[in-house]
Nanobody, 125 residues
Framework: QEHLVESGGGSVQAGGSLRLSCAAS????????MAWFRQPPGKEREGVAR????????YYADSVKGRFTISRDSTKNTLYLQMNSLKPEDTAIYFC??????????????????WGQGTQVTVSS
């Protein structure tokens, strides 16, 4: 059975950095599309970044461009999100998602079949 497990969340002051990890297991082959979503308190889940086939195409939400970097280590079946220059508005539960079929838009929750349980990121001012 397929599983995605996030880790690396925590509390940090504005301007700080965190690196999230998402370990994938149980997949017969590495997912073609993996993404990070987040859900701020009281708001809907939103797409943050997506990696396709290990970097062939990468997308970012405008709100994180230049600050966040998505990457994947295929040898470890792990997806990463390096988050720099964090802002209080980045506070959210961050989720890892995966899919093997191409669907649009990349930032829609309906474009993914597998989800992790989430990890909390809190940025204080």
């Amino acid at each position: 059975q397929e599983h995605l497990v996030e880790s690396g969340g925590g509390s940090v002051q504005a301007g700080g950095s965190l690196r999230l990890s998402c370990a994938a297991s149980g997949f017969t082959k590495a997912p073609l599309y993996m993404a990070w979503f987040r859900q701020p308190p009281g708001k809907e889940r939103e797409g943050v970044a997506r990696d396709s086939s290990g970097g062939i195409s990468i997308y970012y939400a405008d709100s994180v461009k230049g600050r966040f970097t998505i990457s994947r280590d295929s040898t470890k079946n792990t997806l990463y999100l390096q988050m720099n220059s964090l802002k209080p508005e980045d506070t959210a539960i961050y989720f890892c998602a995966a899919a093997n079929r191409f669907r649009l838009p990349w930032h829609s929750i309906s474009s993914y079949d597998y989800w992790g349980q989430g990890t909390q990121v809190t940025v204080s001012s």
